[in-house]
């Protein structure tokens, strides 16, 4: 029943006691952080914007059906391939049927999260496609044979000299030190010919233009548009949520990705895709294909978790979260970690699989707080949770311990008069007002010391005091 | 026992007959460890021209079921707390996550049960936390009180981004004689309590709160305060392991005046 | 129809049965409302004239690009062959094919031309320019190949004053006014190629260009599809 607790758990535990992992974390993070803090501040009104994009992603997903229509209708009209894919399965075997009618024998991929979801790489494995990651950071983790555990910086989990001797093994003229320029000189050497050399390039999008039927996608590094333009086909692979109406609706929610996610105005590259190579065009992609993928999105939609679907996966969630910053992304063990993982990986994974997930956060609304599109994120996972005690998925030490105490608190005078019991037994264990251990108490103990219940409770105390004072 | 279930009025010399009447909700954690504050929360009351009432009947928020996700028991507990608490003008909380339960979710958990949607609405708009409410609402400004001490102030979340509690209580503080505030780094960061959090994830819980620890300590301060007694019991039990001297106190008890006793986690 | 496709939509209509479905029109009137009614503030230009504040944008330390302005298409040789001289690089460029850059009688001045574009240096000239973010706006077409703008080591830019417009909505606009034809590839370029991606250290040329220079024509005076707010 508790698999993956377990595996949760001890993975957490042993991230927690990496301090390395923890540095690495702390480096990336925290800079993201303060960068965030100051491109927000700067705009002249954050609340404002971002009640505008939340507006805009909630018109979306309540005409859902529409815009999915109207950008099938103009991206067809462009003269690009839209294919629908239910589940992640059936998803990566679109994609990799494509590639195979394009006799494809390298695929180059620049980085898409949801191409990770829909477990793309490996399906392309299986198939005998060499896919190249193009991203730097998903570079890094495909060639440790790892998974990103996070979705902006993918390897943030990795110091420098850890790259440097897997570079080392990897390129075929590799890094002379372990300067980050020699390192990142290194990665463009090694990608440049294969960027030139793949039959196929994948990418994800960041928005789905309704109005144009164009992709928009966005990088620092330019490698979504040297993945997608030299090969002869071009494959996007896209949640259904990523719709919007316009450019100009794109614009709005771009201002806030980028700043919520790097502290940058914009993206060094911000390109919109719209079809096949033209007659004219000096260059692009003969064939133009866009996978649609709801995978548990319209179960998000009917289970009443659709503000989940205004996610633009800016990471800031994470970068904010207390929890991630001590454990890191691998512990989470989906493709989303963090608050959002949080959320998502039971929708993909299911809820039984992967309940202690939304128990992994204390509830503090930071995530919400800096959420650039306003998603009720600790809200969604109290929803889990009673999701999970419904369904009978919570431990049934869990469900003892808090059906006995709600039997308690739901009867005031026996809850007096256990809790005057109660303390008394755990006073037996104080010594200088301290508890350092009691029975049962082991997992508040084992790293602190448990103040003392007073001698005599509130109510006690008030009613001798209201008795003196004769009222 | 409780030998009736009158509510007490522990008003001594009676506000004048506008006074708000007050149902003061203590929560589990101050009624068990730390009664001071719930008579600190008193004095302040009645300073600010309230009268103040205790109901008996009163246990918990239901905070450890919500957060559990035992929805049933959680909406019994806030029927309860609802019936036994309407009729005064305010109920206010000496906590921002309790004060954060009754007030934001208790409506959020009824809005489906058609008899008591309209009820919560209205009862959850008299629900303060107790700091707040003396500035917020009876415009409170200074305090009459002294304390030598160098303070730092950690701001508890659910009182934070669930009722905007951020300034009122350093406005408060700052007239406090002999008090000087020192803020710490991260002050808003989560202390790593959540309630059941802390015993789900040790370890986790463990690594955040050493990291609040340590600010505390990189503040110079040698006293913590804050307005929720579940973040400080666990900052403070930290502190104690670790063989830091650094005292821990509810910010109302500063308020009231009450700071000469024994700090939280001191031998009484 | 694929079955897929009726699943998912069929999934949508059930979810969203709740909901009165409006027409088309309605939608597309909602959609429209969202930016004009609810518009919020944008980002502050640094200086009112356009043409300044991206001038301002592109020398500062966001954008991450250098930046010469001159007053007419004819300096444009002579500015380029300054700025390579200045990096110690040979006169050896590859031009993107528009007519702007190709009529120019580069050969005239020493120029070799040639048509590696992989790590060498290539002289572009952007069809639009956003004073908001510093950007550089170039649309795919016989005389755009993408590629110009990723595979080079050092790109250079042209862009005339006149395309410069405030906000990246003003963009949208304009080209909607100029009529320019919906291009297969719309691409913002904002500085050189960079990444954060180890240890959270910015290292520019990742995989595109590691230098951007820019090269600002004040053509104001003459009109070329000039950008008009209203």
């Given at each position: ?5 377990s ?18 974390i ?5 800079t ?10 700067e705009?002249p ?6 009640s505008?994009a ?8 309540a ?5 999915l229509?109207?950008f ?22 679109i ?25 793309l790489?490996?399906?392309?494995e ?22 990103p555990?996070?979705?902006v ?16 093994s990897?390129h075929?003229?590799?890094p002379v030190?372990?300067e ?11 990608l440049?010919?294969k960027?030139?050399?793949?039959d ?12 144009t039927?164009a992709v928009?996608?966005?990088t620092n590094?330019g490698?979504?548009e040297l ?24 614009f709005?929610?771009?201002r ?14 911000t390109?919109?895709?719209?079809g096949?190579?033209?007659p ?9 294909h ?10 998000m ?5 659709e ?8 990471g ?14 691998h ?5 989303y970690?963090?608050p959002?993982?949080?959320?998502l990986?039971?929708v ?12 992994a ?6 995530c ?5 599109v306003?998603?009720?994120?600790p ?10 005690w419904?369904s ?8 003892a ?27 037996l264990?104080?010594?200088n007002?301290r ?15 448990l103040?003392a ?19 | 026992m409780?030998?009736?279930?009158k ?11 506008s ?17 001071n504050?719930g ?26 079921a919500?957060?559990?996700?035992d ?6 507990i806030?029927?309860?707390?609802i ?14 996550s ?21 009820r ?32 730092t102030?950690?701001?508890s ?8 509690i ?7 503080l ?23 959090f ?16 340590e ?6 301060a040698d006293l ?22 650094v005292r821990?106190?509810?910010?109302a ?9 024994l ?6 | ?8 939509m069929g999934?949508i209509?059930?979810?969203?049965a ?5 027409d088309e ?16 503030e ?20 966001k954008?991450g690009?250098?930046i ?27 031009l ?18 040639g ?16 004073a908001e973010?510093?950007s550089?706006?170039f ?8 590629l ?15 395309t410069?417009?405030p906000?990246l909505?003003?963009?949208a ?12 590839n ?5 500085g050189?190629s960079g ?13 595109g260009?590691r230098?951007?220079?820019i ?14 707010e209203?």
């Amino acid at each position: 029943m508790t698999a993956i607790e377990s595996t949760f758990k001890k993975r957490a535990q042993a991230a927690v006691a990496n301090k390395t992992l923890k540095a690495a974390i702390e480096r990336t993070a925290s800079t993201a952080e303060k960068k965030r803090a100051i491109a927000i501040a700067e705009l002249p009104d954050f609340s404002n914007m971002r009640s505008c994009a939340k507006r805009i992603k909630d018109h979306v997903i309540a005409n859902l059906d529409h815009y999915l229509e109207t950008f099938e209708r103009n991206a067809v009209a462009s003269g690009a391939k839209v294919h629908w894919a239910r589940t992640a399965e059936e998803a990566s075997h679109i994609a990799v049927d494509i590639c195979k009618m394009a006799k494809a024998k390298r695929v180059t991929r620049s980085k898409s999260m949801l191409g990770e979801e829909i477990g793309l790489p490996h399906a392309l494995e299986l198939a005998g496609i060499e896919c190249v990651e193009t991203d730097l950071a998903e570079h890094i983790v495909q060639l440790a044979g790892e998974r990103p555990s996070h979705i902006v910086w993918p390897a943030m989990h990795k110091s420098r000299e850890e790259i440097f001797s897997l570079f080392k093994s990897k390129h075929e003229k590799p890094p002379v030190s372990e300067e980050i320029a020699d390192l990142v000189l290194s990665a463009r050497r090694d990608l440049r010919q294969k960027f030139l050399t793949a039959d196929v390039g994948i990418s994800g999008a960041n928005f789905l233009i309704a109005d144009t039927g164009a992709v928009c996608v966005v990088t620092n590094e330019g490698n979504a548009e040297l993945t997608t333009t030299p090969p002869k086909v071009h494959i996007v692979t896209a949640g259904i949520e990523k719709l919007v109406p316009s450019i100009e609706h794109a614009f709005v929610l771009l201002r806030l990705l980028v700043r919520s996610a790097t502290g940058a105005d914009i993206t060094q590259y911000t390109t919109f895709h719209c079809g096949p190579k033209r007659p004219n065009d000096a260059d692009g992609p003969e064939e133009f294909h866009i996978i649609l993928v709801d995978n548990g999105r319209t179960q998000m939609l009917a289970d009443g978790m659709e503000e989940m679907l205004r996610c633009i996966r800016c990471g800031a969630c994470m970068n904010h979260c207390v929890v991630y910053r001590q454990v890191g992304g691998h512990a989470y063990g989906g493709t989303y970690p963090g608050p959002m993982g949080a959320v998502l990986t039971p929708v993909f994974d299911g809820l039984k699989q992967s309940r202690d997930l939304p128990h992994a956060c204390t509830l503090n609304g930071r995530c919400a707080e800096v959420c650039p599109v306003g998603i009720p994120l600790p809200t969604l996972l109290r929803q889990l949770r009673s999701r999970s005690w419904r369904s009978g998925y919570e431990p049934w030490l869990t469900k003892a311990n808090v059906s006995v105490w709600a039997q308690f608190a739901k009867r005031p005078k026996l809850y007096h008069a256990v809790s005057k019991i109660a303390s008394k037994v755990i006073r037996l264990f104080q010594k200088n007002g301290r508890i350092r251990w009691m029975p049962l108490a082991g997992n508040w103990t084992r790293h602190r010391d448990l103040p003392a219940p007073a001698s005599r409770s509130f109510m006690q105390l008030q009613r001798s005091r209201h008795k003196e004072n004769g009222s | 026992m409780m030998p009736d279930q009158k509510p007490e009025q522990f008003s001594k010399a009676k506000n004048s007959p506008s006074s708000p009447r007050i149902g003061l909700f203590v929560t589990c954690l101050v009624d068990l460890f730390r009664p001071n504050v719930g008579f600190a929360a008193i004095k302040l009351l009645e300073d600010a021209g309230c009268e103040v009432f205790i109901p008996k009947s009163q246990t918990c928020c239901g905070q450890p079921a919500l957060n559990s996700g035992d929805v049933e028991n959680t909406k019994t507990i806030a029927r309860q707390v609802i019936e036994h608490f309407e009729s005064y003008d305010y109920v206010i909380v000496p906590s921002g996550s309790c004060g954060g339960t009754i007030r934001t979710h208790y409506p959020e958990i009824l809005a489906d049960d058609p008899e008591w949607t309209e009820r919560a609405a209205v009862f959850s708009s008299k629900v303060f936390e107790l700091i707040s409410f003396l500035t917020d609402i009876r415009g409170i400004s200074t305090v009459q009180a002294r304390c030598e001490a160098t303070a730092t102030y950690h701001d508890s979340c659910s009182g934070l981004r669930e009722l905007g509690i951020k300034q009122q209580p350093r406005r408060l503080l700052f007239s406090v004689e002999g008090l000087t505030l020192r803020e710490m780094d991260k002050a808003e960061n989560c202390c790593g309590f959540g309630g059941t959090f802390s015993i789900k994830y040790p370890d986790i819980s463990n690594a955040i709160v050493s990291e609040k620890t340590e600010a505390i300590k990189e503040s110079g301060a040698d006293l913590l305060l804050g307005g929720d007694l579940g973040c400080l019991m666990n900052i403070a039990g930290k502190q104690s392991r670790q063989g830091q001297k650094v005292r821990a106190m509810h910010v109302a008890e500063i308020l009231a005046n009450m700071s000469d006793g024994l700090a939280i986690g001191e031998e009484d | 129809m694929s079955l897929a496709r009726k699943q998912i939509m069929g999934n949508i209509s059930v979810a969203l049965a709740h909901r009165e479905k409006a027409d088309e029109h309605s939608i597309d009137q909602e959609a429209v409302k969202l930016l004009t009614s609810f518009e919020p503030e944008l980002p502050g230009l640094s200086i009112a004239d356009v043409v300044e504040a991206f001038y301002t944008r592109t020398s500062g330390p966001k954008v991450g690009a250098s930046i010469t302005r001159i007053s007419s298409m004819e300096e444009l040789i002579d500015t380029v062959a300054g700025v390579l001289s200045e990096k110690g690089l040979v006169n050896k460029i590859a031009l993107q094919p528009d007519r702007a850059l190709v009529d120019l009688d580069w050969g005239q001045s020493g120029f070799q031309l040639g048509k590696e574009v992989d790590d060498g240096v290539v002289v572009g000239i952007a069809r639009w320019g956003i004073a908001e973010t510093g950007s550089l706006v170039f649309h795919s077409a016989s005389d755009m190949p993408v590629l110009f703008n990723f595979l080079p080591s050092f790109h250079i830019v042209a862009v005339r004053a006149s395309t410069i417009v405030p906000y990246l909505e003003s963009y949208a606009n304009a080209a909607n006014i100029a009529g320019d034809p919906t291009p297969r590839n719309v691409c913002l370029v904002t500085g050189a190629s960079g990444t954060t991606d180890i240890e959270g250290v910015l290292v520019t040329g990742a995989h595109g260009p590691r230098e951007l220079h820019i090269i600002l024509i004040d053509d104001t005076n003459q009109i070329v599809g000039t950008y008009d707010e209203n």
